[in-house]
C-alpha cells in the first residue's frame, strides 16, 4: 500500500491562507499542521494534549483551530501545532468533517456514506 497525499487549503478567520500537502493518515486522528505553517497563520494554542506515537512514546502538543478548503467544501477543525520537525498530517476528525474517507486501494479521498438514526 503507498501513500497518500492531498493539497488542502488552510487558513484563520479573516487571516492568510496557505495550501499545504498533507500526507492522509488514517491512523491519526487530529491533523498536524508544520511549525512554520500554523506561525504563518498566526494560529494560538487552546490547550495541550498528550499523544503516543506507533512506537509508544508520548508526546506533549498544543492544539488550535483552523478552517480547512477542499475543493468546494469549507470546514473548521482543531489541529495540532507541529513543531519544527513534525510533518503535515491530515487525520480522521478533519476528514470527517468533510464527510470524505480515504479508499486505500485507489489511493484517493471519496464521500463517506453517512448514516442518521431516527428515535421514534
Do not use: Q
Amino acid at each position: 500500500m503507498g501513500l497518500v497525499y492531498v493539497d488542502m487549503e488552510v487558513y484563520r478567520e479573516r487571516g492568510v491562507e496557505k495550501t499545504v500537502r498533507f500526507l492522509v493518515d488514517s491512523g491519526a486522528f487530529h491533523s498536524v499542521l508544520p511549525w512554520d505553517v500554523w506561525h504563518a497563520l498566526g494560529l494560538e494554542a487552546r490547550r495541550s494534549m498528550d499523544f503516543s506515537l506507533a512506537d509508544g512514546t508520548l508526546i506533549r502538543r498544543r492544539l488550535s483551530d483552523c478552517r480547512f478548503r477542499f475543493e468546494d467544501l469549507d470546514v473548521p477543525t482543531p489541529v495540532v501545532l507541529g513543531e519544527h520537525k513534525d510533518a503535515a498530517l491530515l487525520g480522521t476528525l478533519t476528514l470527517e468533517a468533510f464527510g470524505l474517507m480515504l479508499n486505500p486501494f485507489e489511493r484517493t479521498l471519496k464521500p463517506m456514506r453517512l448514516m442518521l438514526a431516527s428515535v421514534v
